[in-house]
């Protein structure tokens, strides 16, 4: 692991957001997080610049194999963005900080509207198996917040207010975007656990009881973070396999990314419809 950034570390994020200014000479507004099996969901463009997260000061660096570890600049739809083909997560060992360092770098570069994508396990009835779903909100179980220790009050509130944090036009557009493509997106919580142990079958009733609909590893450290900043987030989760309490089967590494791999030309056309009907962040 390289240099580990603490909590409010303007100096961190200034250097690393500085080394990619000098490399991009635009300034992206769209921010593009891929997750578990989904690298080849970044093939919705073609990029301009590729860089490899160790050639960025004081980045993390990948170390789940699922994960690219790469830092790509292009446009779509005449719209400047910068995606993550890859990201971090606590159970690698990171700390919260360091899991959300990528998103300050990306705010500190201009980006207004973030994206994330993430592998699931679906808890709710109304979930099948290669389902995509959008994130209406999120359960924080992972006991960790990013927000912890001194806050640096030029990016955000010390209490930000969460009762927003996945943006419901930018939801809209999604569903509307499955609507005419033909893809049938469903709706749902997600709740964050720390992992890397699957759930129990009382832990996935529990999760039912608290309002839960699918579950996984990530992203709830980064919405907290972007929120933080003043950033609008729609949150995408592939729903790779089904967790039945009644019938519990054991989900295989191997069986989320070939799901994931399956699901990604859906989830890029409809990443692409986003895209193309998004409006500039007020």
């Known amino acids: 692991m390289t240099a580990k950034p603490m909590n409010g570390d303007r100096a961190a994020v200034t250097k690393s957001a500085e080394y990619l200014k000098d490399r991009i000479g635009v300034q992206p507004t769209i921010g593009f997080f891929s997750g578990t099996g989904l690298n080849a969901a970044v093939s919705f463009f073609d990029p301009v610049v590729t860089l490899d997260y160790r050639q960025i000061p004081n980045f993390p660096q990948t170390t789940v194999t699922s994960h690219g570890g790469q830092m790509l600049f292009g446009q779509v739809h005449g719209k400047n963005i910068v995606a993550l083909n890859g990201r971090f997560h606590l159970y690698e ?33 109304f979930l099948t198996s290669g389902d995509i779903m959008v994130i209406a909100d999120h359960i924080n179980l992972t006991g960790e917040n990013p927000l912890v220790g001194p806050n640096e009050d030029d990016w955000g509130l010390r209490f930000p207010a969460m009762t927003a944090a996945y943006d419901p036009e930018l939801g809209r557009l999604a569903m509307d975007a499955g609507a005419v493509l033909g893809v049938g997106l469903k709706t749902g919580v997600y709740a964050g656990l720390k992992g890397p142990s699957l759930e129990t079958p009382s832990e996935i009733r529990f999760l039912r009881t608290i309002g839960a609909d699918a579950v996984g590893f990530s992203t709830v450290q980064e919405v ?46 409809v990443v692409d419809r986003v895209f193309s009907n998004l409006e500039p962040a007020a």
């Open 224 to 269: 907290i973070a972007a929120v933080h900043v003043g950033m609008r987030v729609l949150g995408l989760s592939i729903i790779t396999n089904i967790n039945d309490p009644d019938q519990p089967e054991p989900a295989t590494l191997e069986e989320v990314l070939h799901v994931a791999g399956m699901i990604t030309p859906r989830l890029i056309e």
């Open 93 to 125: 060992g990171y700390r919260p900080q360091e899991v959300v360092f990528p998103v300050r770098v990306l705010r500190a570069l201009g980006v207004e509207t973030l994206i994330l994508t993430n592998a699931a396990g679906g808890i709710a009835p």
